[in-house]
Antibody, heavy 123, light 107 residues
Framework: EVQLVESGGGLVKPGGSLRLSCAASGFTFNNVWMSWVRQAPGKGLEWVAR??????????DYAAPVKGRFTISRDDSKNTLYLQMNSLNTEDTAVYYC??????????????WGQGTLVTVSS | DIQMTQSPPSLSASLGNRVTITCRAS??????LNWYQQKPGKAPKLLIY???SLQSGVPSRFSGSGSGTDFTLTISSLQPEDFATYFCQQSYRTPLTFGGGTKVEIK
């Protein structure tokens, strides 16, 4: 069974740091691109960051609001995706989902999602 | 950044009704458009990719169409399990962006 399981969320003070993890199973993790997508309470979906697989140089890309503060990484030996979040502010409060990017030719979509982990930034 | 605008933000419909949701991109994105369904407290679920391709396991009452800047998601006959929020998303270029969502409620 294909599964993504996030962990590491919680309550953190403004300016603090947190590292999220996403454990993947049921598919060949090192063959896929992965992303983090977040959703603030009662709001829509916002893409946060992407990391390509090793064959594509593990290239990373970030949304403007998190660039320079968040770092996406992966450990293919552990089938795990990470999101290191620094200098957190209240606007980062959200449920964070990890997602597998599936593709056909140049078409890409979020084909598999984790259950999400809640990050709350508050004093 | 490519902005995605969905309409309407919400709608009320009865069981068996045909429902159409539209999504407009701020520039041409060819067919790089995906649709997701999200129920309260749950992760989004892929319905349609590449504008009109039905994801495996998704009922055939869901369909997608469009290219360029204008896209539609159609539910041909609304079922009880279809009451949810629907999001479009472009994959033409990063930053990947989503529409604001359309909440489908029971009339």
């Amino acid at each position: 069974e294909v599964q993504l399981v996030e962990s590491g969320g919680g309550l953190v003070k403004p300016g603090g740091s947190l590292r999220l993890s996403c454990a993947a199973s049921g598919f060949t993790f090192n063959n896929v691109w992965m992303s983090w997508v977040r959703q603030a309470p009662g709001k829509g979906l916002e893409w946060v960051a992407r990391i390509k697989h090793k064959s594509d140089g593990e290239t990373t890309d970030y949304a403007a609001p998190v660039k320079g503060r968040f770092t996406i990484s992966r450990d293919d030996s552990k089938n795990t995706l990470y999101l290191q979040m620094n200098s957190l502010n209240t606007e980062d409060t959200a449920v964070y989902y990890c997602s597998r990017e599936d593709s056909s030719g140049y078409f890409i979509w979020f084909g598999c999602w984790g259950q999400g982990t809640l990050v709350t930034v508050s004093s | 950044d490519i902005q995605m605008t969905q309409s309407p933000p919400s709608l009320s419909a009865s069981l068996g009704n045909r429902v159409t949701i539209t999504c407009r991109a701020s520039q041409s994105i060819s067919s790089y458009l995906n649709w997701y369904q999200q129920k309260p407290g749950k992760a989004p679920k892929l319905l349609i990719y590449a504008a009109s391709s039905l994801q495996s396991g998704v009922p055939s009452r869901f369909s997608g169409s469009g290219s360029g800047t204008d896209f539609t998601l159609t539910i041909s006959s609304l079922q009880p399990e279809d009451f949810a929020t629907y999001f479009c998303q472009q994959s033409y270029r990063t930053p990947l962006t989503f529409g604001g969502g359309t909440k489908v409620e029971i009339k």
